[in-house]
Structure formats: structure tokens, C-alpha cells
């Protein structure tokens, strides 16, 4: 069975610094995706970003970027330019490469930016 | 993309009585997922539907739960004999393969308080 360990329950961040948040998984697999998503307070969740296992370059999306190390197997999120809309509940994702794609949460990041 | 609807928001019951959510999908999304919620804790996996054919089922999906979809449209999840530890967020996901096919996107959830 996979599982996602985020270990930081809460961070904090002053509005337009970089801040980064922490994930490790453990597999067997091979061929797999990881995701971070966001849950704003009393909002829906949405997808930050994704990045395939099988590729070695780290995902970027506007501000957002990850540091993938498979032989690590560690999947960090880097905010950059923090605003004050970022502030919600992080969570790192994994997903099997299979029929059904379900997903595996971590315990979630709860991220605070500071005006 | 109208998003993915859920019904009710909120509901509060008393221990012991059957409680059912409703989930609607995006329009042209044949897959479908429940997860749940706890305070505190990234979502779980409970079941999954592609079309109308539900293809998985978690071990924390017990006898007292049931999801349906009929048709392939929108899905149901009862809960019979409601337990205090029934109390979550559930959470309904769909996705595609015809667009982007690893992301889910999420409903707002139902948010159960057993009394």
C-alpha cells in the first residue's frame, strides 16, 4: 500500500516570500503521479499541480514548483511570491499508474501568508 | 464546466438514521469517486464508478454504505444505521480521460454530523 506523509501540520509565510512545503511517499511502484492541491477555507478542492514520475524534470505552474526526487522519493511544493489568496490547506497526492486512478492523501499543510 | 455539484451541504442526523448524498458529476465526466474527509486528515478513498459500473470499493466503505450511479450520471452514497463516527466531509471527484485525465476535480462536499 502507498502512503503520503506531509510532517509539517502548519506554516506561515509573509506575503510575497518564497515558502516550501514538505511531502514523502512510500511505493513500489514505478510508473506513478504525485499532485499537490489546495482546499481553501470553506472552498472546494482544486489541483496545483502534477508531475509524472517517469519524467525527471520538476514541474513548474506560474508561481508554483516542485522538487521531485524519485530515489528519495520526496515531492516538495515551492510557493514563490506568497499572496494572501494562498493561504489554505495544502495537501500531496499520489496516484498509481492504473485503471481507476484513485488518489492518496497526505495529512495535509496548513499554509498561513502574512499580510 | 458547471464544476462538480453535491447535495446537501451540511446535514445533521441523530444516531441510527439512514442519511443519503447526492453527487453530480461534470457533464461529460465518466468517472467517478467518493472520498471522505476527517477533521484534520487529508480525504480516503471510499469507491469508485467508471459509467455506471462500480469498479472499486474500499475497506472502509462498510455494509451500512452504498453508492449507486445509476445510468452513469449522478451518484448516490447512502448510509444506513448513521454511527457517531460517520461524522466527515464527503467528498464526490470526477474525471475524464478524454481531457486531462489524471485530474479529478472535486465537488464541495457534504459535510455529515452524527448527533
Known amino acids: 500500500a502507498q502512503t503520503v506523509t506531509q510532517s509539517q501540520p502548519e506554516m506561515s509565510v509573509q506575503e510575497a516570500e518564497t515558502v516550501t512545503l514538505s511531502c514523502t511517499y512510500d511505493?513500489?511502484?514505478?510508473?506513478?503521479?504525485l499532485f499537490w492541491y489546495k482546499q481553501p477555507p470553506s472552498r472546494q478542492m482544486i489541483l496545483v499541480i502534477r508531475q509524472e514520475a517517469y519524467k525527471q524534470q520538476n514541474a513548474t505552474e506560474n508561481r508554483f514548483s516542485v522538487n521531485f526526487q524519485k530515489a528519495a522519493k520526496s515531492f516538495s511544493l515551492k510557493i514563490s511570491d506568497s499572496q494572501l489568496g494562498d493561504t489554505a490547506m495544502y495537501f500531496c497526492?499520489?496516484?498509481?499508474?492504473?485503471?481507476?486512478?484513485?488518489?492518496?492523501f497526505g495529512a495535509g499543510t496548513i499554509l498561513r501568508v502574512k499580510s | 464546466d458547471t464544476g462538480v455539484s453535491q447535495d446537501p451541504r451540511h446535514k445533521i442526523t441523530k444516531r441510527g438514521q439512514n442519511v443519503t448524498f447526492r453527487c453530480d458529476p461534470i457533464?461529460?465526466?465518466?468517472?467517478l469517486y467518493w472520498y471522505r474527509q476527517t477533521l484534520g486528515q487529508g480525504p480516503e478513498f471510499l469507491t469508485y464508478?467508471?459509467?455506471?459500473?462500480?469498479?472499486?470499493k474500499s475497506r472502509l466503505l462498510s455494509d451500512r454504505f452504498s453508492a449507486e450511479r445509476p445510468k452513469g450520471s449522478f451518484s448516490t452514497l447512502e448510509i444506513q444505521r448513521t454511527e457517531q463516527g460517520d461524522s466527515a466531509m464527503y467528498l464526490c471527484?470526477?474525471?475524464?480521460?478524454?481531457?486531462?485525465?489524471?485530474?479529478?476535480?472535486f465537488g464541495p462536499g457534504t459535510r455529515l454530523t452524527v448527533t
Open positions: 471527484a470526477s474525471s475524464t480521460e478524454l481531457r486531462t485525465p489524471l485530474e479529478q476535480y
Open positions: 511505493t513500489s511502484e514505478n510508473n506513478y503521479y
Open positions: 457533464s461529460e465526466h465518466n468517472r
Open positions: 497526492a499520489f496516484m498509481k499508474h492504473e485503471y481507476g486512478n484513485k488518489l492518496v
Open positions: 464508478f467508471q459509467n455506471e459500473a462500480q469498479l472499486e
